[in-house]
């Protein structure tokens, strides 16, 4: 078939549309899905999938898809990459599960090695697994607390850090991931970001300041466990903050023993064009929180840090049933020997390259484009009323349904809902990126 080295089951890597999106027998998919899933799980595209790789997603009515969304991020290397399909297989015909805490196994040993070795920094790291972004996340803020000895917690405006009760807390948008869902965790604090397109002239090292004077002044450092923020911002809205912002907040952190936590759930394993997003201004987190990409769709997740920190917490006081689980263990491995054997780092390099191009071009001739942004295979455009930054949510909704109805898949973000982000797999092919821009370039023009 194809350009496209990571494969993923033989699919013609094309798009096809044979029906509307979604077609009959997606819809009625959705129908058996109202009456049996529980309404508060949305689906943004309701076409049911029956095959994925490359850089296509087929459904049930036969339509092939270009897959702009790698399912958030996960399937960097591709839907069913050939390694860790076969890894995968080779795992669940030998045991699926002993529980890491009970009976250990070697996958989970050599996931922390290789998560060590390839993580931000050369100090001497020990890592833990779990099963969500969100389980990470919690757990890297109890291994802060246990080595600090102190409590609070500062993030940002517009993070995302997942929808358990710490992180549900931790997250700054209200709707839909907090609204009902009160009371929240205590101890957490909220700081200013940098945002170049709505903070236009306050540079990276301002916007620290601006961070660090509400932490000193409305937490104060002997008081703070953690600083935890994603390099690059997901969920919140694609958002890059200004050159040296994180490395004047890891500076602060270190300077004042508050622990500086990386999530890089979204940003890590190759998507942003370096291993880690960290890596893009040498940032070394003391922390880092990794998922998603990490194991190619299956559910792991990590903490990854300095050695006398993550030993912090008491024999048994970390763990889960799950954690660790040796399918995804063995699905990680394959993710790590895949970005490293094809050479994915520079692949998303190249896919954000040719995104950045063709988006600025179109951005050129269409005002409502506020900015493009990203980096690597992790780009964005925010869309404002021409000639202002008011936010216009209802045109990105317009623009994403309009892609939808045309065989991309495209996800929406951001805290003002006006942000149209692009996730590929790294394994698409050039032609069908290419198609994905054309078509996008064409929605724009007509919508
Ligand atoms: N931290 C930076 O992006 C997950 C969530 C989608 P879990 N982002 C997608 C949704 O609507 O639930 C995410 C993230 C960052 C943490 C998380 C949480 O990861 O694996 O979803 O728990």
Request: net charge negative.
């Amino acid at each position: 078939m194809s350009e496209n080295p990571t494969g993923g089951p033989q699919l013609p890597q094309e798009r096809r549309l044979v029906t509307a999106i979604p077609g009959p027998i997606s819809q009625e998919l959705q129908q058996r899905k109202t009456t049996a899933v529980a309404r508060g799980v949305g689906t943004m595209l309701p076409v049911y999938v029956v095959a994925a790789g490359g850089g296509v997603v087929v459904d049930a009515d036969g339509n092939s898809l270009i897959d702009l969304g790698s399912g958030i991020a996960v399937t960097t290397v591709g839907n069913s990459a050939p390694r860790v399909s076969s890894a995968v297989a080779e795992q669940v015909a030998a045991f699926t599960h002993t529980c890491f805490m009970i009976t250990p196994y070697d996958g989970y040993v050599e996931v922390a090695e290789a998560l060590n070795r390839i993580t931000p920094g050369s100090h001497d790291k020990r890592s833990v697994l779990f099963n969500s972004g969100a389980e990470a996340v919690e757990n890297a803020v109890k291994i802060a607390r246990a080595h600090t000895k102190r409590q609070a917690v500062a993030v940002f405006d517009h993070a995302y850090h997942g929808r358990t009760n710490l992180t549900m807390a931790m997250t700054a948008k209200n709707m839909p991931y907090k609204h009902g869902f009160g009371p929240f965790a205590a101890e957490v604090y909220r700081a200013p970001l940098s945002y170049p397109f709505r903070d236009s002239g306050v540079d990276g090292a301002e916007a620290a300041r601006r961070a660090v004077d509400v932490i000193e002044k409305q937490v104060g450092a002997e008081n703070l466990a953690a600083v935890v923020i994603e390099p690059i911002q997901g969920e919140g809205g694609f958002i890059v903050p200004a050159q040296g912002f994180l490395p004047a907040l890891a500076e602060w952190c270190r300077a004042n023993d508050v622990v500086f936590i990386a999530d890089e759930v979204q940003t890590g394993f190759a998507r942003t064009g370096e291993l880690f997003a960290c890596d893009h201004e040498g940032v070394v987190p003391d922390l880092i929180v990794t998922a998603k990409g990490i194991a190619g769709g299956l559910p792991l997740a990590a903490v990854t840090g300095r050695a006398e920190i993550m030993d912090a917490p008491h024999v048994g006081g970390l763990g889960g049933t799950y954690g660790g689980n040796p399918i995804a263990c063995a699905a990680a491995l394959a993710v790590i020997e895949t970005i490293e054997s094809e050479g994915l780092v520079a692949r998303a390099r190249a896919i954000g390259k040719l995104m950045h191009e063709r988006l600025t071009a179109i951005q050129a001739a269409d005002p409502r484009i506020g900015e493009v942004r990203g980096r690597g295979a992790m780009m964005a455009v925010e869309l404002v009323k021409p000639g202002s930054t008011e936010p216009d949510a209802d045109l990105t909704k317009a623009l994403a349904a309009a892609a939808h109805a045309q065989g991309l898949v495209v996800l929406t973000c951001g805290t003002y809902g006006n942000v149209l982000r692009f996730l590929p797999p790294l394994s698409i092919p050039d032609h069908l990126l290419t198609e994905a821009l054309d078509v996008l370039e064409q929605i724009f023009k007509d919508t």
